[in-house]
């Protein structure tokens, strides 16, 4: 038998009666990461090109905005607008579709799944575009989240949706499309006092839910995602924390449904109690800014304070969520030297653990944000950013109905006999105290002058 032209892992294979292995593809190696940083790259690389280079080019979006019964009809639910949903639904579709087959995924199955849950996220985003539901600040992730429970907790979630609800994948390319709007000028506009707070808050409430969460016995894995949804920015901060710690999905999902749960009454809540104290604007803004999740959520929650809270509010935002990629970095670190020092007879880690830990898609979120900051005209970033905020919205409604049916609510309950549900609402009040006491002194003129925010 010659040997001159075979493959020696065939011949191999076929002497000792195995099956031959399967050569691994290109795209083998691409993680959930990279497949995010990829289509959230094609989307703004497309876009930019197009609106740069074709004359009064801007890609139709759907609205999903109505005040009356007569807008629903006849505007969100006309057939021309009822199009412009399906075409983005192909869109997304097509981009993750790739993804899937390259990454071995179930295609079948995944777009079988992926229209009933981009059927659920337009409805979702249908409620939330109601002027009434919009005023209260009742977001479309929340109804997303509750049409992902109701379905995930009334019936038996099927294999073939299951495949689409990839929760992480949907909102990591999100988040590198959200890089776009998170600009560093506006981080400037707040000053030494934005500054000042994120940091503070960041640091101390993160140190602060982790210890919590020891005390009640629940385990740092857990106290690590739990710590970064608290601290940072909710439902992003808790998957980059999990990314960076290679967490269990569980358990993200089990934080990420908690801090919606626990958004909806902040939102009704804290405005109130800024007026009942008698908060200035900017105070008040800057502290709902510090706690709630997500800009639209501090945008809406602000707007019942004041004009000046809610630019308060989105400025502080803004300084926070540009932690993202520094918080990753560090518990990335944290995390690989400390469970390499609990190892017995390990090596030291080095910087190749960490860097393989450190979720990829930070990069993506950073590096569009410094396009954005730095590099891309003004004129066109204006052009380009409601687009940009219209895609968003779709990959994070996406997200959301996956968490939904991802998550359990008797898990709330069961998982740990409920210790990471006290441990983080414990530390949530923690982060509106300590948010409000640094709001006031950093924002109401006692420590630093009061900022001219206009």
């Known amino acids: 038998m010659s040997y001159q032209n075979a493959n020696v892992e065939s011949v191999i294979a076929s002497e000792e009666n195995q099956p031959v292995p399967a ?25 930019l090109a197009l609106t740069s280079w074709v004359p009064g080019f801007k890609l139709p979006l759907p609205t999903y905005k109505w005040e009356t019964s007569s807008d629903l009809l006849n505007k969100v639910l006309s057939p021309n607008n ?49 002027k009434v539901v919009n005023y209260y600040g009742f977001e479309y992730v929340i109804f997303a989240l509750i049409l992902g429970l109701l ?71 857990f106290g690590v995602i739990l710590a970064s949804a608290v601290s940072i920015c909710g439902v992003s901060a808790a998957i980059v924390a999990s990314g960076a710690i290679k967490g269990d999905k569980k358990k993200l999902s089990y934080v990420t449904t908690l801090v919606l749960l626990v958004a909806v009454p902040m939102m009704v809540i804290q405005p109130w109690l800024s007026k009942f104290l008698g908060l200035s604007e900017v105070v008040g ?24 809270a809610v630019k308060a ?32 007879g390990a090596e030291k880690p080095g910087l190749g653990v960490v ?10 979120f950073v590096a569009a944000s410094l396009l954005f900051s730095f590099q891309i005209p003004t004129e066109l970033a204006s052009a380009v950013g409601p687009v940009f905020s219209g895609l968003r919205t779709v990959w994070f409604a996406l997200a959301f109905v996956a968490i939904g049916l991802e998550a359990r609510f008797a898990d709330l309950v069961k998982t740990d006999g409920g210790r990471p549900a006290v441990a983080f609402i414990s ?16 924002f109401g003129g006692v420590l630093l002058p009061v900022p001219d925010i206009k």
């Open 23 to 47: 050569k691994k593809s290109f795209f083998s190696s691409f993680t959930e990461d990279y497949w995010a940083v990829t289509i959230a790259g094609v989307i703004i690389i497309a876009i």
């Open 82 to 130: 009822l199009l412009l949903a399906l075409l983005t639904g192909v869109i997304i579709l097509v981009l993750s579709g790739v993804a899937i087959l390259l990454s071995g995924g179930s295609i079948k199955n995944y777009v079988k799944g992926f229209l009933l849950i981009y059927v659920l996220a337009v409805i979702a985003m249908i409620i939330a575009g109601n």
């Open 151 to 221: 379905l995930g907790n009334l019936t038996t979630v099927p294999a073939w949706l299951k495949e689409a609800a990839r929760s992480e994948f949907f909102i990591k390319t999100g988040l590198v499309i959200y890089g776009t709007s998170i600009l560093f000028t506006d981080i400037i506009k707040a000053g030494l006092p934005g500054l000042l707070q994120s940091v503070l808050v960041v640091a101390v409430v993160w140190f602060f839910s982790l210890w919590i969460s020891r005390k009640l016995k629940v385990d740092d894995e």
């Open 285 to 308: 803004g800057a502290w709902l800014g510090g706690t709630l999740d997500t800009t639209a959520s501090v945008s809406a929650a602000a707007q019942q304070v004041g004009e000046q």
């Open 313 to 344: 509010g989105v400025i502080v935002k803004f300084s926070q969520n540009v932690l993202i990629g520094i918080a990753a970095f560090f518990i990335a670190l944290w995390w690989t030297y400390r469970k390499g020092a609990k190892t017995e």
């Open 355 to 364: 860097w393989e830990r450190f979720p990829k898609f930070v990069l993506g």
């Open 427 to 442: 530390a949530q009040l923690f982060n509106i105290i300590w948010t409000l006491l640094w709001a006031y002194l950093l």
